[in-house]
């Protein structure tokens, strides 16, 4: 089955300095994977996906995320922070159960962003 | 404007009632899907359907129940088999990538 780890379950960062948030998974194939992003007592809202083709994608917000698949990694990363990215972060990878037709994403446990002024 | 709506947004029900939760979507999409959410566990899932009259069991699917009579509308019943049943429920549909987009949320509270 798939599984989702998220390492880091608070990070903080000053505004205008880089971020880096990891994500690691296991998968037997070739990994759907995403990067959600939710603000307090929102829904989540999709930042990008990776599916095929370049393993370095653009999502929107000025994050990207890298894929390795060596490492089984999908880091998600953005040059400089700004106050208004202090969220919780998830990163999901998705899977199709052949059998019965379903698809579904498992997420991992999230990261909570703090930015420091 | 294409989307998902959860509603209400917040809830609050007895112990012993059981409560309704609505999402409907405009996006066309089949799949659906319901999540539940406490602090520090991530999303868990609790059913999905990928058509009309037909869902599954997610991880946690004791004490809910669905149905799927229109493929705009994937309602959740929280029964009274469910033993800590306040928290934040999200529901989700899909699209061809395997992408989710999510509604709002509910907050529901049993005292």
């Known amino acids: 089955a798939q599984s989702v780890t998220q390492p880091d379950i608070h990070i903080t960062v000053s505004e205008g300095a880089s971020l880096e948030l990891r994500c690691n998974y296991s998968?037997?194939?070739?990994?759907?994977l995403f990067w959600y992003v939710q603000s307090p007592g929102q829904g989540l809202q999709l930042l990008l996906k990776?599916?095929?083709?370049?393993?370095l994608v653009q999502g929107i917000k000025g994050f990207e995320a890298e894929f390795k698949r060596s490492q089984s990694s999908f880091n998600l990363r953005k040059p400089s922070v700004h106050w208004s990215d202090a969220a919780e972060y998830f990163c999901a990878v998705g899977a199709h159960k052949w059998n019965s037709g379903y698809s579904t994403l498992t997420f991992g446990k999230g990261t909570m962003l703090l930015v420091s002024p | 404007d294409g989307g998902i709506t959860q509603s209400p947004k917040y809830l609050f029900r007895k112990e012993g009632q059981n409560v309704t939760l609505s999402c409907e979507q405009n996006?066309?999409?089949?799949?659906m899907y319901w999540y539940r959410q406490d602090p520090g566990q991530g999303l868990r899932l609790i059913y999905y359907s990928q058509i009309v009259n037909d869902f599954q069991k997610g991880d946690i699917a004791e004490g809910y129940s669905v149905s799927r009579e229109k493929k705009e509308s994937f309602p959740l019943t929280v029964t009274s088999a469910q033993k800590n049943p306040t928290a934040f429920y999200l529901c989700a549909t899909m699209g061809q990538h395997y992408e989710q987009y999510f509604g709002p949320g509910t907050r529901l509270t049993v005292t």
């Open positions: 990776y599916f095929s083709g370049d393993t």
């Open positions: 998968y037997g194939a070739t990994p759907y």
């Open positions: 996006l066309n999409h089949d799949a």
